[in-house]
């Protein structure tokens, strides 16, 4: 009977956890859609910054997996970031089925102009928290998201 009740705790636990988790991504999701720059969408920012960190192409594919997305719905974000002139596409010189994506100058810019809009925003919620409070979750938030990237693959 003490088993059960543990396990109901825990139980709670888990769901006050992912309770809210849900509710502060789409808080945050939120908030940074509305100081992004007009036309910018978050998926738009996201594949710009991933591409800006990374410095180099990718595959399609490559972007879905990196953001847990269907291909479908990358290529469709790639296409509308490609129709802005924020990527370029090409064919794999050596397979012409396959795709590489690279960020533009003008993605580049798109980008740093998303995150100078956003920063304000991030260190605003961070000062208000307590910058020693959010550097103690951060080593928490990644296992947790490490472990649930394993388990999804």
Same mark, same amino acid.
């Given at each position: 009977?003490?088993?059960?009740?543990?396990?109901?705790?825990?139980?709670?636990?888990?769901?006050? #956890?992912?309770?809210?988790?849900?509710?502060?991504?789409?808080?945050?999701?939120?908030? =940074?859609?509305?100081?992004?720059?007009?036309?910018?969408?978050?998926?738009?920012?996201?594949?710009?910054?991933?591409?800006?960190? =990374?410095?180099?192409?990718?595959?399609?594919? $490559?972007?879905?997996?990196?953001?847990?997305?269907?291909?479908?719905?990358?290529?469709?974000?790639?296409?509308?970031?490609?129709?802005?002139?924020?990527?370029? =596409?090409?064919?794999?010189?050596?397979?012409?089925? $396959?795709?590489?994506?690279?960020?533009?100058?003008?993605?580049?810019?798109?980008?740093?102009?998303?995150?100078?809009?956003?920063?304000? @925003?991030?260190?605003?919620?961070?000062? %208000?928290?307590?910058?020693?409070?959010?550097?103690?979750?951060?080593?928490?938030?990644?296992? #947790?998201? =490490?472990? @649930?990237? %394993?388990?999804?693959?």
């Amino acid at each position: 009977m003490s088993g059960e009740k543990g396990s109901d705790k825990a139980d709670d636990i888990a769901v006050a #956890l992912f309770g809210e988790l849900f509710m502060a991504d789409q808080l945050a999701r939120n908030r =940074i859609s509305k100081v992004l720059p007009k036309g910018m969408e978050l998926s738009h920012f996201g594949v710009l910054n991933h591409l800006a960190r =990374i410095n180099d192409e990718r595959t399609p594919a $490559q972007l879905a997996r990196a953001f847990h997305v269907t291909r479908g719905a990358m290529t469709n974000t790639l296409a509308k970031l490609e129709w802005a002139g924020h990527v370029h =596409i090409r064919p794999d010189w050596e397979d012409a089925r $396959q795709k590489f994506v690279a960020i533009s100058p003008s993605g580049r810019a798109a980008r740093d102009g998303a995150v100078a809009s956003v920063v304000p @925003l991030i260190a605003e919620v961070v000062q %208000s928290i307590g910058p020693e409070k959010v550097r103690a979750l951060l080593p928490v938030l990644r296992e #947790l998201r =490490i472990s @649930l990237e %394993s388990e999804s693959t």
